[in-house]
């Protein structure tokens, strides 16, 4: 494997444990049912004993919460249910005391119908350079096209229900998403201006990077042709489609003059040093088209989405991974390894079905549900796996604690857009959204409150309190120990920023060698059979000891030696040689 070498060949980022805030989620300090930044001030601790080298807060910036926080009403300020700047700042100089980098979500396909440039559009007349910021088209006869929202029906919106002027009855504006997020208007050199502006606001307060929404989908033809997909994205059946959805294709995917806004920015962030990073949530097809992304000159690392995608079975799994590490390579960057966050069920409830399970519209209690003890199994030997190669790992909150996804959450307290706008048939992302639990007292919401708080905004699982941090603290073989110790390890070894070889296997097992920037050895090996697997002949030389890992799937005693029985069913170790 050819590794093209670049400049920032030794910045942070390359190999850091990143772990994903979702600040509505993660801990409520005055008991409204909210996270707030408050409530993070106070994790502080906790977050650093998890061993993890990077926070990155999904938004918090002011909005009317359509798409909890994705609406930004304006960028530059706090949303005050979750604080102010002077608390922001605090959390920040908490977090880089404790060596700990703060990595914040930038949003930039659309803002808010509350935004004030959007509201000063809705206000101008046809024509009139204040709507050049967004995309808004003349249509007499419907639609300008065809497009879909990826949140169900059109992602078209008639302007005069909003304006309230004649003069726009025959005008549409573009929403790729929900009608309160309408799409900038990337053409125009004062959108790019604006966002410049923004990113050195929260670079000189100190942030270390930005994640970057839809990074994929800022530009669109400027033709807008029509789609082959049409207008419901959510019920297609195609040459681009999967498990009934359409993919992130079309002409307001993936089009070639994104890459220049990021080399625009990659500019920006140059100004304040080479460790300041971008991460792209960029919904693309292939490794190699993840790969674009992250040239020299572009971003720092994008989100590995394929892996995320990809059964977790054997020989799929061993594609896309060399494909993976193939394609970061040929630019020089970093792998970066993800398997939950806030738009995914979470893995350890994914894991728990058979493979080919179909997740991917949000699960109910009218759903088959899964095998929760295999499913957390699978969920620790998987992250397991992708912690000890070189790269980057992203973790999201909660699943250090090995939490399911919430899979009996009452269809009425659904908040997800997605539920409503797809005529009540997905049911979208709010079961990976469920607040924390931080202790098992149910009157403070599990811990996320204080005592006799409001109701959580989405309620808890009432076997929260079982899966708390408090519960687990004192077990030395919980998830959230296990965690600590295994991104301890990582962290000691330096299993980040190693070389890794695949190694002769059985076809169920992955294994790789994984030489450490500290010049030791470990094989990193993950069995997804039902049964015992033999290791490499590697495993079994003189003085090989393990160093990591997981439970089995079976009953039988996971302490056996590997010498004598091989890896089990569902395991993965991690073993010096």
Same mark, same amino acid.
Request: proline share 8%; with cysteine; aromatic share 12%.
């Given at each position: ?344 069920? @979470?893995? =350890?409830?994914? &894991? $728990? ?6 997740? /991917?519209?949000?699960?109910? +209690? ?123 390890? @990582?962290? =000691?070894?330096? &299993? $980040? ?6 190694? /002769?296997?059985?076809?169920? +097992? ?68």
């Amino acid at each position: 494997m050819n590794q093209l070498h670049r400049n920032d060949w030794n910045q942070w980022w390359r190999s850091a444990a990143i772990y994903q805030v979702y600040p509505r989620s993660f801990s409520d300090s005055n008991g409204d049912g909210i996270g707030d930044l408050g409530g993070v001030l106070e994790k502080i601790d906790y977050l650093e004993q998890l061993n993890i080298d990077a926070v990155w807060f999904s938004p918090f910036y002011p909005s009317p919460q359509h798409d909890t926080g994705y609406d930004v009403a304006d960028y530059l300020d706090i949303n005050p249910e979750y604080g102010d700047l002077e608390t922001f700042d605090k959390v920040l100089a908490e977090l880089h005391a404790r060596g700990i980098k703060v990595i914040i979500d930038v949003v930039p396909n659309h803002s808010s119908w509350e935004h004030p440039l959007f509201k000063q559009a809705l206000s101008a007349q046809p024509g009139d350079p204040a709507r050049d910021m967004y995309m808004f088209r003349k249509s007499s006869g419907g639609a300008p096209n065809n497009w879909g929202s990826m949140f169900g029906g059109s992602a078209w919106s008639k302007v005069e229900p909003l304006s309230g002027k004649a003069s726009d009855s025959d005008w549409w504006y573009l929403h790729i998403f929900d009608a309160s997020q309408p799409d900038f208007n990337w053409e125009n050199p004062k959108v790019h201006e604006f966002f410049r502006s923004y990113l050195r606001f929260w670079l000189d307060r100190g942030v270390d990077g930005f994640r970057v929404d839809v990074a994929h989908g800022l530009v669109k033809d400027p033709a807008l042709p029509d789609d082959e997909v049409g207008p419901d994205r959510l019920n297609y059946e195609g040459p681009n489609s999967e498990n009934g959805r359409a993919l992130d294709v079309g002409p307001f995917f993936n089009q070639p003059g994104v890459h220049d806004i990021y080399r625009e920015w990659r500019q920006v962030l140059d100004e304040y040093g080479r460790d300041r990073m971008l991460v792209a949530e960029a919904w693309v097809n292939t490794p190699e088209q993840e790969a674009m992304y992250v040239r020299e000159d572009e971003m720092s690392q994008a989100f590995n989405f394929s892996v995320v995608n990809c059964p977790w079975e054997p020989g799929a799994l061993r594609k896309v991974i060399r494909r993976t590490q193939e394609a970061s390579a040929s630019v020089g960057a970093p792998a970066t390894w993800v398997l939950s966050n806030h738009d995914t069920v @979470r893995h =350890s409830t994914r &894991l $728990g079905y058979p493979t080919g399970a179909n997740t /991917d519209n949000g699960i109910g +209690v009218t759903d088959p549900q899964p095998d929760r003890e295999i499913g957390l199994t699978r969920a620790l030997s998987a992250t397991a796996f992708l912690a000890g190669l070189p790269g980057s790992i992203y973790l999201y909150n909660g699943e250090e604690l090995g939490l399911p996804e919430a899979t009996t959450l009452p269809d009425d307290a659904r908040q997800d857009p997605t539920w409503k706008r797809s005529g009540y048939r997905v049911r979208g992302r709010d079961g990976c959204r469920v607040p924390l639990p931080w202790s098992n007292n149910p009157s403070s919401n599990f811990g996320f409150s204080p005592a006799r708080a409001s109701s959580p905004w989405l309620p808890q699982p009432a076997d929260w309190g079982e899966l708390s941090a408090q519960v687990q603290e004192s077990n030395p073989y919980s998830p959230l120990n296990f965690y600590r110790k295994m991104l301890a390890t @990582r962290r =000691s070894l330096g &299993l $980040g920023m190693g070389k890794s070889t695949w190694l /002769d296997s059985d076809p169920e +097992v992955l294994s790789l060698l994984v030489t450490a920037s500290c010049g030791r050895k470990v094989i990193v090996a993950t069995n997804l059979a039902v049964g015992y697997r033999p290791l490499p002949q590697l495993a079994l030389s003189k003085g090989t000891k393990v160093l990591l890992q997981t439970p089995t799937i079976t009953s039988e005693d996971a302490e056996c030696s590997f010498r004598d029985r091989g890896i089990g069913p569902g395991q993965t170790l991690w073993i010096e040689v």
